[in-house]
């Protein structure tokens, strides 16, 4: 199969982590008989620094027409004083709205084989960490109308969080159906007992759940969300949530699995056109010392394999790749424990690919 990807690697980190992900999607290509064709595009600060922008008009309709994206990571201090309308993170948000990627899937695993690399106490772990956070990905207070203005004398900053039936419908939806094929639990978390967003979220998830009799569904709030997934991860399969609320509970899930540099995650539109990338950021302060982790990158181009190539047995070979690898003891420093294998982030891609079958 001949598939075009366009390949966003962007600052810090992205380059050298986007690197070893292609080194493994080679290796695919190779084993399997199929041709990835890449193009690459410039996001974030070096776009910035390039073109004034964070992304170009001909770096989006290269997105646009790409089967699917491949991100590494955008951002750093350098440009952290950029005004709003040109942050690299607005080249992200736009590109997740112009693909109309509303599904985030950001699946959470504990690797038998790092447990020792969770903060968590070996009790609370006991019962394993197997879930997926479905984050809903371009509503809410990421874009809603903004502005700062003076009022009764003041300054006064305005951000608006607004969420429609059917935004919350196909989301619910995308959950509902991640939820079938995996333990047939949905956690939805909201803020009902304040937001009313939070309360049109509730109904709309009552009504779907109704169409899903199969899965066991609860409402849960987002606070005590955030300290159930501290105190007893093993009871989430499947959680959905809107946008800022996935966004942090995200981040804390990771963290449960020792390191963040373990995490792929999937955006994905209506049709089979997708964006992937690790969920960790450009780790300026590692940035071109070969000591990243590209497991995160890897494992997202497996899911990118799964959910926009249809490319099940390849996605699964590369996730079997990773496992065997780490199995055999070899670690990058972020994962790294006393009497295992110390390598590179290029000695890791290299390990993976080899590993593939
Ligand atoms: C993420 C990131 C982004 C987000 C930032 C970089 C805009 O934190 O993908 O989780 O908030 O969505
Ligand atoms: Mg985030």
Same mark, same amino acid.
């Given at each position: ?64 027409? *790409? ?55 070996? *009790? ?50 995308? *959950? ?15 803020? *009902? ?165």
């Amino acid at each position: 199969m001949v598939k075009k990807i366009t390949v966003l690697s962007g600052d810090g980190i992205g380059p050298e982590i986007i690197k070893e992900a292609i080194k493994v999607l080679d290796k695919v290509c190779a084993l399997y008989g199929h041709r990835f064709e890449y193009t690459y595009v410039d996001i974030g600060g070096c776009s910035i620094d390039k073109y004034g922008v964070p992304i170009t008009d001909k770096g989006m309709t290269l997105c646009k027409s *790409a089967d699917a994206v491949l991100l590494g990571a955008v951002g750093g201090p350098k440009w952290d004083s950029c005004p709003p309308s040109i942050r690299p993170e607005k080249a992200l948000l736009a590109v997740r709205k112009e693909l109309g990627l509303f599904a985030n899937l950001r699946p959470t695993r504990l690797f038998s084989q790092l447990s020792g690399a969770s903060p968590l106490k070996p *009790a609370v772990i006991e019962g394993g960490i197997d879930l997926v956070i479905v984050r809903e990905l371009t509503g809410g207070v990421y874009f809603g109308a903004r502005s700062t203005k003076e009022e009764n004398g003041e300054l006064v900053a305005h951000d608006d969080m607004n969420y429609s039936v059917h935004e919350i419908e196909r989301i619910g939806r995308v *959950a509902f159906e991640t939820a079938m094929k995996r333990r047939k639990k949905l956690a939805s978390v909201d803020k *009902a007992n304040v937001l009313d967003t939070s309360r049109l979220w509730r109904k709309v998830m009552h009504e779907l759940s109704a169409e899903y009799p199969e899965v066991e569904y609860s409402d849960v709030l987002v606070d005590s969300t955030a300290m159930q997934l501290i105190r007893n991860p093993a009871t989430f399969d499947v959680l959905v949530t809107e946008n800022m609320f996935g966004d942090i509970l995200s981040d804390e899930a990771s963290m449960l699995t020792g390191s963040i540099g373990m995490m792929p995650s999937a955006s994905l539109s209506s049709g089979t056109q997708g964006m992937y990338e690790p969920i960790h950021g450009s780790a300026p302060d590692i940035a071109g010392q070969n000591l990243a982790n590209p497991i995160g990158t890897i494992l997202s181009a497996a899911m990118m394999l799964r959910y926009s190539f249809g490319m099940a047995t390849e996605a699964d070979a590369i996730e079997n790749a990773v496992d065997a690898v780490l199995t055999d003891g070899y670690r990058t420093g972020d994962i790294y424990s006393e009497g295992m294998k110390r390598v590179s982030c290029t000695e890791m891609g290299t390990l993976v690919a080899n590993y593939l079958k």
